[in-house]
């Protein structure tokens, strides 16, 4: 199992920004895609989480952020980030979990995902 992120880059406050997680090498759809977050010297942190038809936000992402998974590329997850702010800044990741979607208590633990990809790095300055 892989998942590859991407799509990170340099932003203005305010811009967008949309990330993509490529997901390959499971055998079934059976698994759920978390988006975390790690700015520099802080902890990791959940942004938000898919598995099916349900979503959960960080508060922090919450009218800002929109987690989807692509119509046509059925193994690609996106994290549509819009009015992006510096505390935006962070290497983004994305994971997985496989089995039943979680509650919304649960999905920002880290340690109830399985597979992790590398990272992308998100800048948002003028």
């Known amino acids: 199992v892989q998942l590859q992120a991407s799509g990170g880059g340099l932003v203005q406050p305010g811009g967008s920004l949309r990330l993509s997680c490529a997901t390959s090498?499971?055998?079934?759809?059976?698994?759920?895609i978390g988006w975390f977050r790690q700015a520099p010297g802080k902890e990791r942190e959940g942004v938000a989480y898919?598995?099916?038809?349900?979503?959960?936000y960080a508060n922090s992402a919450k009218g800002r952020f929109t987690i989807s998974r692509d119509n046509a590329k059925r193994t690609v997850y996106l994290l549509q980030m819009n009015n992006v702010k510096p505390d935006d800044t962070a290497v983004y990741y994305c994971?997985?979990?496989?089995?039943?979607?979680?509650?919304?208590?649960?999905?920002?633990?880290?340690?109830?995902?399985?597979?992790w990809g590398q990272g992308t790095q998100v800048t948002v300055s003028s």
């Open positions: 090498g499971f055998t079934s759809d059976y698994y759920t």
């Open positions: 898919i598995g099916g038809s349900t979503k959960f």
């Open positions: 994971a997985a979990r496989r089995g039943n979607r979680m509650i919304m208590s649960s999905w920002q633990q880290q340690e109830q995902y399985h597979y």
